[in-house]
């Protein structure tokens, strides 16, 4: 009888590890890449920090960005945003894009108010990001969901009401593919969702330099080839912009 109790025991303990390593896996948690996810959030807040505090150039923190992205699975990152709630009735507009802010789970060395803003990009097929550049900012975008042709720019000045620019990136990004922008590289940037539906992840830096930031909306299909690898751009506001490129037309 002692013998009978004494397996009947050991099974109950086998059956309740199999059951917690059950309720574990339902809940998505891996304690493998736990730590590694945790470790990836305090990362992008410290390099978020450093470009604050003008500890890194624009160029390091998007090469920093770029690294990180590449670091972990995308389906790790999705876990930890909560993505798939974070899209749950989510309003697609007609035209151009809408957003989401994300939170991050409480975690101890990230504090619960970052220096930078993060956000869920979405739209539907065909719709667009427009075309725009910035100043006094950086952002860097990972696309979560679907696909985009995106297309970016090389700010070189500004003309008046025109941005003059140079073409730099036209591809196709898939999903798990990242970019980024800032005032030294990449600056003017515009997506169009192939899928139907598409979404990126963005990181965004406000105000750098101690500096209010601004965004130009820009009118590239009007734009005047100035002949020498570089185009005129008009600047446009929100409402016309959006008008003309929130929706792409075949």
């Given amino acids: 009888m002692e013998r009978r109790e004494f397996t009947k025991g050991i099974l109950a303990t086998v059956a309740s590890f199999a059951l917690m390593d059950t309720l574990i896996a339902c809940n998505g948690i891996n304690n493998k890449t736990k730590p590694i996810i945790q470790h990836w959030a305090i990362q992008l807040n410290e390099f978020c920090s450093d470009l604050k505090m003008n500890s890194i150039t624009t160029l390091q923190w998007q090469q920093k960005m770029e690294e990180l992205y590449n670091q ?20 697609y507009p007609n035209l ?13 060395g990230l504090p619960e108010n970052t220096v930078f803003v993060k ?21 860097a ?17 500004q003309d008046g009401q025109n941005l003059i620019i140079k073409p730099t990136i036209d591809k196709i990004a898939k999903l798990g593919e990242s970019s980024s922008i ?5 600056n003017v940037h515009w997506f169009i969702a192939n899928t139907e539906t598409a979404f990126t992840f ?9 500096k ?15 002949k020498n690898g570089t185009l005129k751009a008009p600047i446009l506001d929100v409402e016309t912009a959006l008008k003309k490129y929130g929706k792409h037309h075949h």
């Fill in 72 to 91: 972990i699975e995308l389906k790790e990152i999705v876990k930890f945003i909560d993505f798939d709630n974070l899209v749950k009735g989510f309003e």
């Fill in 212 to 226: 209010i930031y601004d965004i130009h909306n820009l009118d590239i299909y009007n734009s005047e080839d100035l």
């Fill in 96 to 108: 151009g894009v809408a957003t989401k802010p994300v939170k991050f789970p409480k975690l101890e």
């Fill in 202 to 210: 963005d990181v965004i830096m406000l105000d750098l330099n101690d």
């Fill in 141 to 157: 975008h990972l696309i979560l969901n679907g696909e985009m042709h995106l297309r970016h720019y090389e700010k070189i000045e």
């Fill in 182 to 186: 800032s005032d030294e590289k990449d």
């Fill in 119 to 139: 956000k869920i990009f979405g739209m539907q097929k065909d719709r667009a990001i427009i075309p725009h550049g910035h100043s006094n900012m950086a952002s």
